[in-house]
């Protein structure tokens, strides 16, 4: 984001799945779409919960070319110095 407006035309889309998953879960699933943009719009649909990612999902047309879309989940980690406890 610069001065307020996305650079990307997928910005949107990339906030609202940022926004919206906060349970840390791994998903990996299957887009046909041509551009970033399309792949990023048709993973939100997933992503979001709004669309099963049984088949190849796409956001305009069928276009054959599927993207391997693996989002690893949202969430810190926590250092502990020493390692691991043994308590």
Do not use: C
């Not at 407006?5 to 799945?17: F, H, K, M, P, Q």
């Not at 791994?26 to 990023?40: E, G, H, P, Q, R």
């Not at 649909?45 to 693996?70: I, K, Q, T, Y």
């Amino acid at each position: 984001m610069k001065g307020g407006e996305y650079v990307a035309t997928y910005g949107r889309s990339l906030e609202r799945i940022l926004s919206a998953n906060d349970s840390g879960a791994s998903n990996a699933f299957l887009v046909d779409a041509t551009t970033i943009d399309d792949a990023i719009q048709a993973s939100s649909s997933v992503l979001l919960g709004m669309r099963a990612a049984d088949s190849p999902v796409f956001e305009r047309w069928r276009s054959g070319n599927n993207w391997l879309v693996a989002f690893l989940g949202i969430g810190t980690s926590h250092f502990q110095q020493g390692g691991p406890s043994n308590a």
